[in-house]
């Protein structure tokens, strides 16, 4: 399978003003590489790297050193967003717009012509559930459902690669069940999903691949059975790789 | 362009989904009527007064509008994380900030429109007659001074972090400049070096936003004014947009936006 998201020797510093203005390193010589079709989980404790490294993948920080790509191409090309749908963590979007006016804006973003922008406007407020809602503006809506307003504008452009920040993040079961769903039938359209989550329960129902990273160092790259190995799940697995020992915790 | 017009869009929205430019119409149009109504001393010229107040309001809402608008704009975007979305979608820096620039500048236009509609009818009422083309010159210099006024505060909105202290810095440049702006030449002469060159210098690089200050033609019903000069201003006024447009996209080109 080819590989559409590629890090390689990813390196990110930045002044922390909490130290004085000195070099923080988030990101260590980073390289990861997510292939076609497949569902990848990215894990890490908070502070690990994970929206840092997606800031990079999105063109939103630029790397100190090493290379990031989207579909081979570098990810500093506004081209390389193309085909790709983002749902970032917690972001309150546009009150004044109904969700369909949000989707139309995002959707003239990317160039869709109208016919089809209302065609795929529709199927999206259906798929997350939004029908009813859909002529009333955002600042109506629960988190729940602006989370949902927020998968709906990730999948406006049909992507082929589709990068969640924590998509669950804030959400009631019902709503995390439904998140999951999505990723599934998404995974079974033939996408690419590269999300990273807190819920390791979550990753092991549907990620394909998972990588562990901590303190800015990739800790763990592979299938979610081996990782997981002799360990009995996933975050047992995961607070091994990550150092913690459950005999000295509080 | 289809980028730009796209986010341009999403600002006008916004505009007239809020109240502010109602509150300030509505104002507005409530002082104007009021003074419209009474007729103090009987002064045959007493609409001339009421026509400088009337557009004297109508400055400060416009200006108020265009700064309040422009200010809020980046820095909503980065405290909702609305601006992680957007520019995840292929959509380039200078884009957007193009797009925020013509949606603020767009809005204010059209609020300038029902000003200037509100203004005519308030002025034929009293005076029985209609200077459409003075009215029309007055609008449109006032209009690219608003562009001026946006582009500065739309590069303050990604120099300062928060909005309240970019719109006050604002304020005050642009009331120093059309207070004391066309002074400063005068200023200068009663001066030693090098605070001569200095204020001189300041003279020559600030934009001079009093030309579009066309209110006294109206006012007192003047000649109109030779097209030549409306478009060297005109001309004048775009140097100046695109130079604070290209300071913008300078300063927001590497900045971090997470």
Redesign the interface.
Known sequence: MTAILQTQKLRVEYRSREMRQGIKVALLGLDLEVRAGEVFGFLGPNGAGKTTTMNVLLGFVPPTSGAASLFGIDVRQPIARQRIGYLPELTYYYKFLTAEELLRFYAKIFGLARGETDKRIAELLKLVELEHAAKRPIKSYSKGMQQRVGLAQALINNPDLLILDEPTSGLDPLGRMKVREIIQRLKHDGKTVFFSSHELGEVETVCDRVAIIHQGELKAIGGVHEITGKHASLEKAFLEIIGFNSSTAP | M??IF?VA??VI??LY??KDFYVLFIITVLICLVMASVNIFNDPKIARYLKEICLLLVWISSLVIAITTTARQIPAERE???L?????????RPQLIFGKFFGCWFACGLALLCFYIFFGALAAAREHQWPLLDYFQAAVMHWFMLGIVVAMTLLGSLVFAAPSSNSTICFVIIGGILFVGRHLDQVATSMHEPLRAIVNALYFTIPHLEFYDLRDLIIHNWPLIEWKYIVLALLYATAYIFAFLLGACLVFR?K???
């Open positions: 289809k980028n796209a869009g999403v929205k916004e989904r809020r909702n994380r609305t992680l979305p957007l520019l995840a979608k292929p959509l380039t590497r971090p936006v997470n």
